[in-house]
Structures are given as structure tokens and as C-alpha cells.
């Protein structure tokens, strides 16, 4: 019996020997992982001082934008206390800023000018003419310029410009009152040219003024004219009688007879200059 309690005394040393062991072993694990946590909240403190440093440093940074408008400020003001310009120098700036003006208006009126210049020249076959001399007053006067149309074929009543069948450097500018197919007769040193009537009227109907066909048009005409004009009936195809408005001044088909309509140019549609008469001609 001494034996077995002595035995069982020693099974319980050992067990409580390995027992403390066991909590020892414990303690100094807990003790360590309480030293590691410690030592990384250590090492975790110092994030707010730089976050204090960083803000810190932001309103420094913010703050420096301020003196730099004041410093950029200090400038303007000495930009308005510039001293007033001299009326020499006023004028001078005025007269820059007009030419600045003038060349922007030539710059942008200089396209629609050549396009312009294109279309009538190119496009519509036209081509300008200046007028010389009073045979066409009032409805043109000496030195309008105007443009004639070279596709156009004549009207009654329209203005032409056409070769004279008499030598000259230029051409003639006058009005067409005779067409082909206008019955003409004449009387001594009078034509008469009609181009309502379908036959000529008789001869002693000729004496008497009153008694001549509606729009029957009677003019004086020269020995050559009358010559010409006397062995017609009708004015021939491709023909024109012309007249100017200026009746007293101007030398037309009354003294060289009819226009041959291959010396025709065009017929006068436009008057561009001078600048206070433009406008379409009738």
C-alpha cells in the first residue's frame, strides 16, 4: 500500500508539472502577441503627425495663391495710372484703326468683286462700254459706262451696240425702231415704216396724213438713206432701222440706212458707273 500511494503522489506531481508548463508556454505566447501589437501601434502613431504635416503643408500652399493675386494685382493698378494720350496720338490711333477698317472692307468685297466680274463677263457673255457723245440723251449720257449683253437677241425699242456701215474707230449706241418684215414706203425725202399693217396703203392715201395706218412712224431720212429705203417694201430679214434719242445730234440709219444684224454686238442692259445713275436701261 506504502508503494501505490507513493506512486500515485508522483502521477501527481507530474501532472501538475506539465500542467504550469502549459500555462507558461500560454502567457509568454500572449505576451508576445501583446508586444508584437504594441510594437505595429507604435509604429502606426506617427500617421497623424504626417497628416498634420500634410495639411500643414496644404495651406501653406494655399495660402501662397493669395500673395500672388495681390502681387499680380499691384500691376493693374499701374496699367490705369498710365498717363492720358496726346490729341497727336489719338488721331494717329484713329487714323490705324481706318485703314485697318478700309483694308478688312477691301479684303472682303475683293472675292465678290472677281466673282462678280466672272458671271457677267464669262458666264453671261457680256462685256463692258463706255459712251461717247449726246446721241442717246436722255437715256445715256456721255461718258456712262454700261454693259452689253452678246447673247441676246434685239427687241423693238432696245438699246444695241452694233459696227456703223460707215468708217469708224467706234461703235454706234442707238435705239431699234425698225424690225425685218416692218412694211417701209417712202414719200420724197420721208420714210414711213409700219409694222401693224399687212399691205401698203394706196397712193392717194400717202398725201394724206390723217388717213395713214396706226403706228405708222414717219421720218426724214437722207438722199442715201432714201435710196436704199425706196426700193424695199419690207425691212429684209436680219435687218434693223436704228435711231438715236437725241434726234437732233446723232447719226443713225437715217443717214446710213439699215443695220446689217451680224455688225450687232449686243444689246445695252446695265449702266454700272457713274455710281448715282445705276440702273437697268430701257
Given at each position: 500500500?506504502?508503494?501505490?500511494n507513493e506512486?500515485?503522489?508522483?502521477?501527481?506531481?507530474?501532472?501538475?508539472?506539465?500542467?504550469?508548463?502549459?500555462?507558461?508556454?500560454?502567457?509568454?505566447?500572449?505576451?508576445?502577441?501583446?508586444?508584437?501589437?504594441?510594437?505595429?501601434?507604435?509604429?502606426?502613431?506617427?500617421?497623424?503627425?504626417?497628416?498634420?504635416?500634410?495639411?500643414?503643408?496644404?495651406?501653406?500652399?494655399?495660402?501662397?495663391?493669395?500673395?500672388?493675386?495681390?502681387?499680380?494685382?499691384?500691376?493693374?493698378?499701374?496699367?490705369?495710372?498710365?498717363?492720358?494720350?496726346?490729341?497727336?496720338?489719338?488721331?494717329?490711333?484713329?487714323?490705324?484703326?481706318?485703314?485697318?477698317?478700309?483694308?478688312?472692307?477691301?479684303?472682303?468685297?475683293?472675292?465678290?468683286?472677281?466673282?462678280?466680274?466672272f458671271v457677267?463677263?464669262?458666264?453671261?457673255?457680256?462685256?463692258?462700254?463706255?459712251?461717247?457723245?449726246?446721241?442717246?440723251?436722255?437715256?445715256?449720257?456721255?461718258?456712262?459706262?454700261?454693259?452689253?449683253?452678246?447673247?441676246?437677241?434685239?427687241?423693238?425699242?432696245?438699246?444695241?451696240?452694233?459696227?456703223?456701215?460707215?468708217?469708224?474707230?467706234?461703235?454706234?449706241?442707238?435705239?431699234?425702231?425698225?424690225?425685218?418684215?416692218d412694211l417701209?414706203?417712202?414719200?420724197?425725202?420721208?420714210?414711213?415704216?409700219?409694222?401693224?399693217?399687212?399691205?401698203?396703203?394706196?397712193?392717194?392715201?400717202?398725201?394724206?396724213?390723217?388717213?395713214?395706218?396706226?403706228?405708222?412712224?414717219?421720218?426724214?431720212?437722207?438722199?442715201?438713206?432714201?435710196?436704199?429705203?425706196?426700193?424695199?417694201?419690207?425691212?429684209?430679214?436680219?435687218?434693223?432701222?436704228?435711231?438715236?434719242?437725241?434726234?437732233?445730234?446723232?447719226?443713225?440709219?437715217?443717214?446710213?440706212?439699215?443695220?446689217?444684224?451680224?455688225?450687232?454686238?449686243?444689246?445695252?442692259?446695265?449702266?454700272?458707273?457713274?455710281?448715282?445713275?445705276?440702273?437697268?436701261?430701257?
Amino acid at each position: 500500500m506504502d508503494e501505490i500511494n507513493e506512486r500515485f503522489r508522483l502521477l501527481k506531481r507530474q501532472l501538475k508539472r506539465k500542467f504550469n508548463n502549459t500555462k507558461k508556454t500560454k502567457s509568454k505566447n500572449k505576451k508576445r502577441k501583446n508586444s508584437q501589437s504594441n510594437s505595429l501601434a507604435k509604429k502606426k502613431r506617427p500617421e497623424p503627425r504626417e497628416r498634420v504635416s500634410s495639411v500643414r503643408e496644404d495651406r501653406t500652399i494655399k495660402s501662397r495663391p493669395k500673395e500672388e493675386l495681390v502681387r499680380k494685382s499691384v500691376p493693374s493698378n499701374k496699367r490705369r495710372k498710365k498717363k492720358k494720350l496726346s490729341k497727336e496720338e489719338f488721331e494717329k490711333r484713329k487714323k490705324k484703326k481706318r485703314k485697318e477698317n478700309i483694308i478688312e472692307i477691301i479684303k472682303f468685297m475683293f472675292p465678290i468683286v472677281i466673282f462678280a466680274v466672272f458671271v457677267f463677263f464669262f458666264i453671261l457673255n457680256t462685256s463692258p462700254h463706255m459712251v461717247d457723245g449726246d446721241s442717246m440723251k436722255p437715256t445715256l449720257l456721255n461718258g456712262d459706262r454700261v454693259i452689253v449683253r452678246r447673247t441676246k437677241e434685239p427687241k423693238r425699242y432696245e438699246v444695241i451696240t452694233f459696227k456703223p456701215p460707215v468708217k469708224s474707230e467706234f461703235q454706234y449706241v442707238k435705239r431699234i425702231i425698225g424690225m425685218p418684215g416692218d412694211l417701209v414706203w417712202t414719200e420724197g425725202n420721208d420714210l414711213f415704216i409700219n409694222h401693224q399693217a399687212e399691205s401698203l396703203p394706196k397712193a392717194s392715201e400717202l398725201s394724206a396724213a390723217n388717213e395713214l395706218p396706226d403706228g405708222t412712224i414717219k421720218i426724214n431720212v437722207s438722199e442715201e438713206s432714201l435710196d436704199q429705203m425706196s426700193q424695199l417694201k419690207k425691212i429684209p430679214k436680219g435687218h434693223y432701222f436704228v435711231l438715236g434719242d437725241n434726234r437732233n445730234n446723232s447719226s443713225d440709219s437715217r443717214a446710213f440706212g439699215l443695220v446689217d444684224g451680224q455688225a450687232i454686238e449686243g444689246v445695252v442692259s446695265f449702266r454700272f458707273a457713274p455710281f448715282d445713275h445705276i440702273g437697268w436701261i430701257k
